[in-house]
């Protein structure tokens, strides 16, 4: 399946075509979750504070589908 990835802040540094927080695309085996999303892309899951699908929040373990629009974002700090 191919899904459209965007990573937000310190993430973007991820983001395997080298353009920050630009959207990319990934190839997953069917059933893949957003934990193997995570790991595929060399993120440690510890670093991630939310993941957006379609624009509503979903769990490390929620099943990914053929077309998917994911964000993935880390905890943010601010003063």
């Known amino acids: 399946m191919e899904i459209t990835v965007r990573l937000y802040a310190t993430l973007s540094e991820h983001n395997p075509e080298g353009r ?7 190839r997953l085996p ?5 934990a193997d999303l995570i790991e595929q892309l ?3 899951i510890e670093d991630v504070k939310q993941v957006f699908i379609r624009h509503k929040a979903r769990p490390f373990d ?16 601010g003063g």
């Not at 920050?20 to 990934?26: L, R």
């Not at 069917?30 to 957003?34: E, I, L, N």
């Open 20 to 26: 920050g927080n630009e959207a990319f695309t990934v």
């Open 30 to 34: 069917d059933q893949a979750t957003v």
């Open 62 to 77: 929620h099943k990914l589908t053929d077309g998917d629009q994911v964000a993935i974002f880390p905890p943010v700090a």
């Open 42 to 44: 060399g993120i440690d």
